[in-house]
């Protein structure tokens, strides 16, 4: 199993980022995907998720209209749209197969003027 996350990166506050997720080494259109974060002190702490299909999606409520969780199965990948950032989403943001799964190494976003 290699989960790969991209597209962290630095952004102003009110400012927007899509995270991706690459997956392989399983059956990813099976798989509820999911999203994580930590924050630096933090725990880590649950984001987003999808069902394997795409056509259930569940939030973490801190995010909830301003994030966005999407996957392309032909890609066996799956995307979080982060609108309207603020700083406390600043974190390494990372992906997995919902609910057991193995950890990738991470995307940073940092939120900032």
């Known amino acids: 199993v290699q989960i790969v996350e991209s597209g962290g990166g630095l952004v102003q506050p009110g400012g927007s980022l899509r995270l991706s997720c690459a997956a392989s080494g399983f059956t990813f259109s099976s798989a509820a995907m999911s999203w994580y974060r930590q924050a630096p002190g933090k725990e880590r702490e649950f984001v987003a998720r999808?069902?394997?299909?795409?056509?259930?999606?569940n939030y973490a409520d801190s995010v909830k209209g301003r994030f966005i969780i999407s996957r392309d199965n032909a890609k066996n990948t799956v995307y979080l749209q982060m609108n309207s950032l603020k700083p406390e989403n600043a974190a390494e943001y990372f992906c997995k197969k919902y609910p057991f799964g193995c950890w990738g190494q991470g995307t940073q976003v940092n939120v900032s003027s």
């Open positions: 999808i069902s394997s299909a795409g056509d259930s999606t």
